[in-house]
């Protein structure tokens, strides 16, 4: 009785390892066969059968609208199997006047006994068909009347190279690709993961050195790359674009640069550059243009920073609109003296008149209403020394010392915008933030991404911070206003049937390679209409040599793109009368008289 139990129980021990067995084996049979069926399959055709990449087009970049900037079209490498050339010499004579190469480099790179060797890179679809027809007319004389041995071993890799239809028009901003396909400057650059598609692979059979036609089998499909959509307008672009290119070359300027943004939601609608090179051929452009100047090249503000000075003031309450100065033509602070432009006896000036006529001793003066550590303060709110955000590569946050590295003279110099620098869209920004009732939005060019199948994914909401008080921003579009009134300094940038709010500005350029002051910035940095701003537009000419003052050389080129802008988008002219403010203590009495006779009748 005891032996049976022990059969038994060996019989059950056995059956349950069998059991375990089969599990085991039935496991790795729906691993193999279902689960990872594709991974073997690829391993066994790459040791059993010809496999080629199947290269992946990268994403396409936009415009808002959906138009081109940069795309994928396909081309083919003209590549050789060099065992299968007999006669190189013979051969190259044949292909070289096809392809359009010399007879020496077709016989170099088709002499030797690699299986893979370039002829020829990126050839348009059309030269393949081209060379193969040849070949095959070649061929087949020979054939009929046995004069040798038929020339073979060429084959097609499928491709694709980059295409930029905007030639120059947007190309420091788009930047471009390397010839291996992977981004190089610009957005081509700072979104390469994101544009960049998923390789993909197919077998084939081969027969006399080529791909047999039908023989393909695709093992894994490429995955095309995710498109971008800007937030750039194509029109508004090439309006700033040529605006900006005549005034660098009118002006003799090293370079300039215009930027279009919506205040609201810190969309770029154009980023224009002068000079630019084309995407499309960069092998003899220099280093210099390829780089975004808009986020990468810094420069004292000048007269545009004054803005913030009186903002700070104003949100302070150290000063109101009407807020009376004297107003001299120098004086001396840190043991160095300071002065306005042109020579004047004492003025009285209003805070806005300082403003308006751009005094550098009248802002020193509304500056010393506030602490060193306030202004300073005041500036970081603004965005000086702070990247944007706008995700650009490169992008570079300025310089602003901390006030423990102040001089005597550095709060006056900081005060009409000299002693720190910005990037272009950082100043940009600034104004965006008045126009924009006191809130700074980062500025952005992504619209939004979409994939293969087009659904289109928005991008995210922007940052925003509080900088000053709705308050203090309308106070401030009303005194920009009278920069652009005849008394001011920017009259050119006036809009018949608008009202338009902005600054000038005319820095001496620090060269940092002679440690001295070199050359001048010029600009103007605008919105409009000013009453409910809906577009910001700022204009930068660096070192330009026939005449320097922002007012005469950026106010134009405002007042050309803007003007645009506002038709192109429907923008009514502004309904409401401009709201006269006192520039001078004279001004000022006058309007107080009115107003006590006013209240009497």
């Known amino acids: 009785m005891g032996n049976l139990l022990l059969s038994k129980s060996r019989i059950a021990i056995l059956f349950t390892v069998i059991?375990?067995?089969?599990?085991?084996?039935?496991?790795?049979?729906?691993?193999?066969?279902?689960?990872?069926?594709?991974?073997?399959?690829?391993?066994?055709?790459?040791?059993?059968?010809?496999?080629r990449v199947i290269q992946a087009p990268r994403g396409e970049i936009t415009d808002v609208n959906g138009i081109a900037f940069a795309r994928s079209v396909s081309a083919i490498n003209i590549v050789v199997d060099q065992t299968q050339i007999t006669d190189p010499a013979r051969v190259a004579a044949f292909v070289a006047p096809i392809l359009g190469l010399s007879e020496t480099d077709i016989q170099t790179s088709?002499?030797?006994?690699?299986?893979?060797?370039?002829?020829?890179?990126?050839?348009?679809?059309?030269?393949?068909?081209?060379?193969t027809k040849a070949l095959n007319d070649y061929n087949k004389v020979l054939e009929n009347k046995d004069l040798g041995e038929r020339i073979i071993g060429f084959f097609p890799e499928r491709v694709f190279i980059r295409e930029y239809p905007s030639g120059e028009l947007i190309s420091s901003l788009i930047g471009f690709v390397r010839s291996d396909g992977v981004g190089a400057s610009g957005i081509e650059s700072g979104l390469n993961s994101t544009l960049t598609g998923t390789e993909g692979r197919y077998s084939y059979a081969r027969g006399n050195g080529a791909e047999i036609p039908g023989s393909q089998q695709e093992l894994v499909a490429a995955k095309a790359g995710t498109n971008i959509r800007l937030t750039i307008n194509r029109d508004v672009q090439w309006v700033a674009a040529e605006a900006i290119a005549s005034a660098v070359k009118s002006s003799a300027a090293s370079s300039g640069t215009v930027i279009v943004m919506d205040p609201k939601t810190g969309a770029i609608v154009a980023h224009a550059t002068a000079p630019t090179f084309n995407p499309n051929n960069t092998k003899k452009v220099a280093l210099s243009l390829m780089r975004n100047p808009s986020v990468q090249d810094v420069y004292e503000p000048g007269s545009t920073g004054k803005v913030m000075t009186m903002a700070a003031a104003l949100e302070e309450k150290t000063i109101t609109p009407t807020t009376v100065f004297s107003v001299p033509y120098s004086l001396t602070r840190g043991g160095s003296k300071f002065h306005d432009h042109d020579k004047h006896p004492i003025q009285y000036l209003t805070s806005t008149g300082i403003l308006a006529v751009s005094s550098n001793t009248g802002t020193i003066k509304v500056g010393e209403t506030l602490s060193h550590d306030t202004l300073h303060d005041y500036?970081?709110?603004?965005?000086?020394?702070?990247?944007?955000?706008?995700?650009?590569?490169?992008?570079?946050?300025?310089?602003?010392?901390?006030?423990?590295?102040?001089?005597g003279t550095t709060a006056p110099t900081v005060a009409f915008g000299q002693g720190y620098s910005v990037t272009t869209m950082q100043a940009t920004s600034v104004f965006a933030t008045i126009?924009?009732?006191?809130?700074?939005?980062?500025?952005?060019?992504?619209?939004?991404?979409?994939?293969?199948?087009?659904?289109?994914?928005?991008?995210?909401?922007?940052?925003?911070?509080?900088?000053?008080?709705?308050?203090?921003?309308?106070?401030?579009?009303?005194?920009?206003?009278?920069?652009?009134?005849?008394?001011?300094?920017?009259?050119?940038?006036?809009?018949?049937?608008?009202?338009?709010?902005?600054?000038?500005?005319?820095?001496?350029?620090?060269?940092?390679?002679?440690?001295?002051?070199?050359?001048?910035?010029?600009?103007?940095?605008?919105?409009?209409?000013?009453?409910?701003?809906?577009?910001?537009?700022?204009v930068t000419l660096q070192e330009p040599k026939n005449g320097y003052y922002g007012g005469a050389l950026g106010g134009p080129v405002f007042k050309k793109v803007m003007t645009f802008v506002l038709q192109s988008e429907n923008v009514a002219p502004t309904g409401t009368t401009v709201l006269p403010v006192a520039l001078n203590k004279a001004e000022l009495k006058a309007h107080q008289a009115t107003q006590i006779a006013n209240k009497k009748e």
């Open 110 to 131: 088709i002499t030797g006994t690699r299986k893979y060797a370039i002829v020829m890179r990126n050839a348009r679809p059309a030269m393949w068909d081209q060379l």
């Open 379 to 407: 500036l970081t709110k603004f965005g000086i020394g702070i990247k944007t955000g706008s995700g650009l590569p490169g992008e570079s946050a300025g310089i602003l010392r901390p006030v423990s590295d102040w001089s």
């Open 19 to 51: 059991l375990g067995i089969l599990t085991i084996f039935a496991c790795q049979l729906i691993r193999v066969q279902i689960i990872q069926a594709s991974e073997y399959q690829l391993k066994a055709s790459n040791e059993m059968q010809s496999t």
């Open 435 to 538: 126009a924009n009732n006191g809130l700074r939005v980062s500025p952005t060019v992504i619209a939004g991404t979409s994939d293969a199948s087009g659904h289109f994914t928005p991008a995210g909401n922007r940052t925003t911070t509080r900088v000053i008080s709705e308050d203090t921003a309308i106070k401030m579009r009303l005194m920009m206003e009278n920069v652009v009134s005849a008394h001011g300094t920017a009259p050119s940038a006036a809009i018949p049937g608008y009202r338009v709010a902005g600054k000038t500005g005319t820095a001496m350029r620090y060269d940092s390679r002679t440690k001295k002051y070199s050359g001048y910035t010029a600009s103007f940095i605008g919105f409009a209409p000013a009453d409910s701003p809906r577009y910001v537009i700022s």
